[in-house]
């Protein structure tokens, strides 16, 4: 841990990363952060004893750039970035749909180019960040991507082309579990339950559930056959959802986003 790492576009997931990093030993002094608005860089370095610099002096100071900000702003962060990146410099992009090769154009031949798609657990160190190197990237520095994003979850390493695909199921993938709850909830409160304990009910339902998926290494058919008793309350919900084919809407719903993935890294808004 004694490169200097610099933070650019430090919003909610570049927050979560940064504190990530503190509470993984990563000294304050050797962290960098850059923010659109001077009241953010502030607040920034008087929440985590930080240096807030402007992204020129964050390329030309860290070792390692951590880019995040939204896609449509990287274009122009990479314009200025350029003049004061040399190829030795470690990039990783946050960004959903960029790949590797956007970056690698603009910046100097041989720049190493790692891309992360992370999602918004993060924030409380459950993410899921999918990995995948650029065309100079090497295994140390996927080693030193994955020490940055360990600290807020969990890494699995992909080839590019299937970063568009881990978008669609683990980037945008809390999306689809929040609309379930908000759905269930509502469906709790038609049944005459009052809203906040069908919350309750149906978030800690969750919650165990995700750690038997996690913890016990059963196939999710088993798991699920296990609350489905014949004739019992469960396989009729499960005939309804079928008959209404929710199956194949999530299939659908997945395939969009990995079709707009694709969308953003061809260049289309």
């Given at each position: 841990m004694t490169q200097t790492v610099a933070v650019l576009g430090t919003g909610k997931i570049g927050e979560a990363l940064l504190s990530g990093m503190i509470r993984g030993g990563w000294p304050a002094s050797k962290l960098l952060v850059t923010?659109?608005?001077p009241e953010r860089a502030e607040e920034l370095r008087s929440r985590y004893g930080v240096e807030a610099v402007s992204n020129a002096e964050a390329a030309k100071r860290a070792d390692t750039l951590i880019l995040t900000v939204k896609p449509q702003d990287m274009g122009k962060l990479l314009e200025e970035l350029a003049p004061?990146?040399?190829?030795?410099?470690?990039?990783?992009s946050g960004?959903?749909?960029?790949?590797t090769s956007f970056f690698e154009e603009r910046?100097?031949?041989?720049?190493?180019?790692?891309?992360v798609m992370t999602n918004t657990?993060?924030?409380?160190?459950e993410a899921m960040s999918v990995i995948s190197a650029g065309s100079h990237a090497t295994a140390g520095h996927l080693a030193h991507t994955e020490e940055i994003f360990g600290g807020v979850?969990?890494?699995l390493r992909v080839p590019e082309s299937q970063q568009d695909a881990a978008t669609a199921l683990s980037g945008s993938g809390p999306a689809y579990f929040y609309f379930l709850?908000?759905?269930m909830t509502d469906a709790g409160i038609l049944l005459g339950l009052p809203r906040a304990q069908a919350h309750d009910l149906i978030v800690q339902a969750a919650i165990g559930a995700a750690v038997m998926l996690r913890d016990s290494g059963e196939h999710p058919v088993k798991l699920r056959e296990a609350v489905t008793?014949?004739?019992g309350t469960t396989i009729n919900a499960i005939v309804e959802l079928e008959r209404h084919g929710v199956r194949a809407a999530l299939i659908a719903a997945l395939e969009a986003a990995r079709d707009r993935s694709r969308e953003l890294a061809s260049g289309n808004s």
């Open positions: 923010a659109r608005r004061h990146v040399p190829a030795d410099r470690l990039v990783i960004a959903a749909g960029i790949p910046l100097a031949h041989g720049t190493p180019v790692v891309r657990p993060a924030l409380v160190d979850g969990k890494t709850v908000e759905a008793s014949p004739a």
